[in-house]
Every structure is written in structure tokens, then in C-alpha cells.
């Protein structure tokens, strides 16, 4: 069974442009969830797709949004890139309810 | 205001000895409680939960923890260290707002 993909896989950006990230779930999850992993640092929690609606949002400015669609891949967006944008982002997905996540590769963004 | 805790951002512990990563948490409500693990070069994976139930969780790779309420702690354990073991480990706590939020990481390092 193919596991949680992303895509790019490796993203550089300039300052001020927009980005689109990526992720498919395993097959059967529902649950989408997005993280920003800053080197060296811990995972923060940004969004939180389930049946195609945002269950909840972490402390992150309106210009990080996404989506998820009707076969429960969802898009990451980030506008107006900051240089403290550069990081993973993994995406994680799981059953519809509390239960374990499973994350994909990530997408490594650096910013310029 | 909910959060976890990981106070040892490393552990350093010889190999076939007992290992403990330690983890706080606060919450209101029902905890719901998860360690992940992230190898080098790979991504985060799910080891073990604790949702209800028996205080004591077995999860993958010989890990355990133990859910202690009183001390509102989460600790991963496993009795004998293994060189491969050497990983980045996550607590995480679902809280009742409906937030996912990670512990800082701890970096476990087992010398031969």
C-alpha cells in the first residue's frame, strides 16, 4: 500500500512570491494535517483538513491556507514567502477521528 | 493552556541499558497521547498511542510508556538501548480545542 506522498520535493523561492505544496494520503484516510518543521526546531502544527473542510488552524498568519478536495489530497499555500518560511513541511494523514498520523517525506522550502 | 513537555532535548544512554524519554503534558479533558519518531534521512513515524484503557502502551520497535495521570507524564521506555535506536522523538497531545500540538523533540543517542 503506497504511503502519505508529497510533492515537490525540494522548493527554492524568492521573497515575496507564492508556493504550492502537495499531498496525497493513503488510501481510506480522510484526515489531512499540515506541519512546518524549522531547522532545528519542533513541529508546529498549521492546518487540519477532515472530509474536505479546516478543522482547526495552529498560530500561523492568514497567508498560510489550503485545501482539501474531494479525493482528500490537499494543497498547502503560502503567499508572500518570507525568508523564515524557509523549512519542511510535512503533511500527515490518518482515519477520520483521534488516531495515529502518518506522515509523507515532507516538502523543503528555502527562501531567498 | 494546553501544552507538552519534553525537558531533555537530549538522552544519552549505553546500548543494553534501560531508556527513559520523558514527557509532560496539560490538557483539559481526556488526554489523548502519541510518540513519534524520526530516524535520520527518513520521516516521522508513528510508534505507540494511549487513548483509554491500560496505563501501559506497547508499541513498535520493543518501546513502551507508561500513562500516569496523577503526574499527568507520558515516558517512553524501553528496556534495552539498541544502537539503531538512535532517533529524534516526539510526545504529542490532541487537545480539547481540537489542536494537535508536539512536544519540542528529545534526541536520543545510544553509544555501542
Known amino acids: 500500500e503506497a504511503g502519505v506522498t508529497q510533492s515537490p520535493t525540494h522548493l527554492i523561492k524568492t521573497r515575496g512570491q507564492q508556493v504550492t505544496l502537495r499531498c496525497s494520503p493513503i488510501s481510506g484516510h480522510t484526515s489531512v494535517y499540515w506541519y512546518q518543521q524549522a531547522l532545528g526546531l519542533g513541529l508546529q502544527f498549521l492546518l487540519w483538513y477532515d472530509e474536505g473542510e479546516e478543522r482547526n488552524r495552529g498560530n500561523f498568519p492568514p497567508r498560510f491556507s489550503g485545501r482539501q478536495f474531494p479525493n482528500y489530497s490537499s494543497e498547502l499555500n503560502v503567499n508572500a514567502l518570507e525568508l523564515e518560511d524557509s523549512a519542511l513541511y510535512l503533511c500527515a494523514t490518518s482515519l477520520r477521528g483521534i488516531h495515529e498520523q502518518y506522515f509523507g517525506p515532507g516538502t523543503r522550502l528555502t527562501v531567498t | 493552556a494546553q501544552s507538552v513537555a519534553q525537558p531533555e532535548d537530549q538522552v544519552n544512554v549505553a546500548e543494553g541499558n534501560p531508556l527513559t524519554v520523558k514527557c509532560t503534558y496539560s490538557?483539559?479533558?481526556?488526554?489523548?497521547l502519541f510518540w513519534y519518531v524520526q530516524y535520520p534521512n527518513r520521516g516521522l513515524q508513528f510508534l505507540l498511542k494511549y487513548i483509554t484503557g491500560d496505563n501501559l502502551v506497547k508499541g513498535s520497535y520493543g518501546f513502551e510508556a507508561e500513562f500516569n495521570k496523577s503526574q499527568t507524564s507520558f515516558h517512553l521506555k524501553k528496556p534495552s538501548a539498541l544502537v539503531s535506536d538512535s532517533a529524534l522523538y516526539f510526545c504529542?497531545?490532541?487537545?480539547?480545542?481540537?489542536?494537535?500540538?508536539f512536544g519540542s523533540g528529545t534526541r536520543l543517542s545510544i553509544r555501542p
Open positions: 504529542a497531545i490532541y487537545s480539547s480545542a481540537s489542536k494537535i500540538i
Open positions: 490538557v483539559s479533558g481526556n488526554p489523548y
